[in-house]
């Protein structure tokens, strides 16, 4: 069973920062995408900042500037260094990554999500 534990959330004020770390653990053959959504309340999932399969970076242009987006392979962990906080920052932060790994016995790629973990920005 593959598993992703967020680390890091917390309350700031704004022009603060914070650190949030996703490790990925179960039997895993490759992590192929791994990076950061965020979701306000009221408000759609968005896409934070992400390592692509190939990868690559993307990032939303709000955090460009402010936010960097890091990994450690050998623990299959990413994390996301956010400067320069601002209260529009305010969401749960969630981790999302493509796992190939032995389910069952049985190599299995698939997406999985972290539990969240709530930032906030007080102005």
């Known amino acids: 069973q593959v598993q992703l534990v967020e680390s890091g959330g917390g309350l700031v004020q704004a022009g603060g920062s914070l650190r949030l770390s996703c490790a990925a653990s179960?039997?895993?053959?490759?992590?192929?995408?791994m990076g950061w959504y965020r979701q306000a309340p009221g408000k759609q999932r968005e896409l934070v900042a992400t390592f692509t399969s190939g990868g690559t970076t993307n990032s939303a242009d709000s955090v460009k500037g402010r936010f960097t987006i890091s990994r450690d392979n050998t623990k299959n962990t990413v994390y996301l260094q956010m400067n320069m906080l601002k209260p529009e920052d305010t969401a749960v932060y969630y981790c999302?990554?493509?796992?190939?790994?032995?389910?069952?016995?049985?190599?299995?790629?698939?997406?999985?999500w972290g539990q969240g973990t709530q930032v906030t920005v007080s102005s």
């Open positions: 999302n990554a493509a796992i190939t790994a032995r389910i069952k016995g049985i190599m299995t790629h698939l997406q999985y």
């Open positions: 179960g039997d895993i053959f490759s992590v192929d995408a």
